[in-house]
């Protein structure tokens, strides 16, 4: 099992194959300092897509001397990158995907392509995961970047792409806290009706392969202190693997806090597809796009 985003490192030096990564509209400095660094770290292969002249140049200014082995597509049409960069994934010539100086949305038109896409599971997701100083295990956060505001069925998906990927990193059967301002179910707070609800389909064995508990205040799920003195009692109030959060406000500005403010290491991929998807903001820090690449290419080798 998985205990620390360090690990990672580990995992990756013992792989039996270097995982060919591809980078979709590659000249971007920022998207490209993290895949050189991989790249010179030994744990993966790029594939550059996208004009191969203003990466070369790029690459000159920046001193990245990336070898005779390393693979530049030229194309110039930001469609005719992501097509590429997608089919290489589709068709089974390349590992996972990265994205570069393009839109998110038009990298994920790409993605969920009928012909040509990577669309696996009946929704897209976004998963962090975190090493926080404060807590006893990697913790788990999703989706604070693709669902704008889910519904029960879309928090449904969610969660099953979730526990699939916590189960590929040992985490037999993740404790989930269906999160929510208060801990007490209240008709006018939808997402304490999602969250109750989601309790107990997972009772139920309608959700499998995890334990939900729900609705949980923040401080419930992660303080074993907190939940006791509220009279929380069950497997999952203070000792969560995963938070499942009510919605992408919620979302952003707790992995923004755990960041900023808590001084967490963080690596996050997108789920839902055939392949690991990393998909950084230019605010994250050099670390973070490390520990996502890392992170994408490890889950192929679990």
Known sequence: MLKSISELTEILNNQTTK??????????DHALEAVYKSYKENIIEPVLVGNKHDIKNMCDELGYAFGDDVEIIHEIEYKDMVKTAVSLIHDGKADFLMKGHI????????????????????????????????????????????????????????????????????????????????EMVNEKMPATLDAALLTIMANRGQIRNCEIDGPLAFDNAISQESSSHKGIKGSVAGNADLLLVPDIEAGNVLYKAFVFFASAKVASIILGAKAPIVLTSRADSMETKLNSIRLAAASIEF
């Open 19 to 28: 995982r060919r990564l591809v980078l979709c509209a590659a000249a971007d």
């Open 103 to 182: 839109s998110t949305a038009e990298l994920m038109r790409g993605v969920l392509n009928k012909d040509w896409g990577l669309k696996k599971s009946r929704c897209i997701s976004h998963i962090a995961l975190f090493d926080l100083p404060a807590y006893h295990k990697p913790l788990a956060l999703t989706d604070v970047a693709m669902n704008i505001a889910p519904d029960l069925d879309t928090k449904i998906a969610i969660l099953k792409n979730a526990i699939e990927f916590l189960r590929k990193l040992g985490i037999e059967k993740p404790k989930v806290a269906a999160l929510a301002a208060v």
